[in-house]
């Protein structure tokens, strides 16, 4: 097996790319260790000293390190992590995969601009987002506001505000004129 890495727009986040499908549907997040006891491989990345997150697409992973941690040190132990879990068979996620947070269907007088808002995200920006190791979900609309949560390698990216604002935000007011802005939200 020869996983691929590659760096992120976030120095503190780096991804591997192991050659196989991670997740079948979705994204999964582990902002800590507590919150990957539903995969077997999270588990055992956060077992490596120095790892603070974990995030799966679905053909990549992302870890992201403490500050005072380094690559050269970790690199070698989270291949070796990768590479023993896809070889022992395990799941990478146990019990029922969950929907991807803020996908959620929308009522209301804003229907058709949260479908619109969606299908943008889903169509131009996840893809971008996900070259640089991580996701971006919706989380709602309200009087000209978009909210969106940043995972992976763009959560604690020193360029994601630059992202949400000149590029996201730009696109959405672009096409939707309803949209005045973008705002990102924590987990």
């Known amino acids: 097996m020869f996983i691929q890495t590659e760096s992120?727009?976030?120095p503190a986040t780096l991804k591997f790319l192991p050659g196989q499908t991670v997740l079948e549907a979705g994204t999964a997040d582990f902002p800590t260790a507590?919150?990957?006891?539903?995969?077997?491989l999270a588990?055992?990345?956060?077992?490596?000293?120095?790892?603070?997150?974990?995030?799966?697409g679905s053909d990549f992973v992302t870890v992201t390190k403490a500050e005072d941690?380094?690559?050269?040190?970790l690199k070698p132990a989270l291949l070796g992590a990768i590479m023993e879990h896809f070889q022992s068979g395990q799941p990478?996620?146990?019990?029922?995969?969950?929907?991807p947070a803020g996908h959620a269907d929308h009522d209301g007088p804003d229907a058709e601009i949260v479908k619109q808002i969606k299908e943008l995200l889903d169509t131009r920006v996840r893809?971008?987002?996900a070259q640089d190791g991580g996701d971006i979900t919706f989380h709602g609309f309200e009087r000209g506001v978009v909210y969106l949560h940043m995972q992976?390698?763009?959560?604690g990216c020193p360029s994601s505000t630059l992202t949400l604002k000149m590029g996201i935000e730009n696109l959405l007011r672009h096409y939707i004129p309803e949209v005045t802005e973008v705002r990102p939200v924590a987990a």
């Open 69 to 73: 941690s380094a690559w050269e040190h």
């Open 152 to 155: 992976g390698a763009c959560a």
């Open 34 to 40: 507590e919150a990957a006891e539903a995969s077997p």
């Open 92 to 99: 990478v996620m146990e019990g029922e995969a969950t929907a």
């Open 43 to 56: 588990t055992r990345l956060f077992g490596v000293a120095g790892v603070t997150g974990v995030f799966f």
């Open 127 to 129: 893809p971008a987002v």
């Open 8 to 10: 992120t727009p976030n």
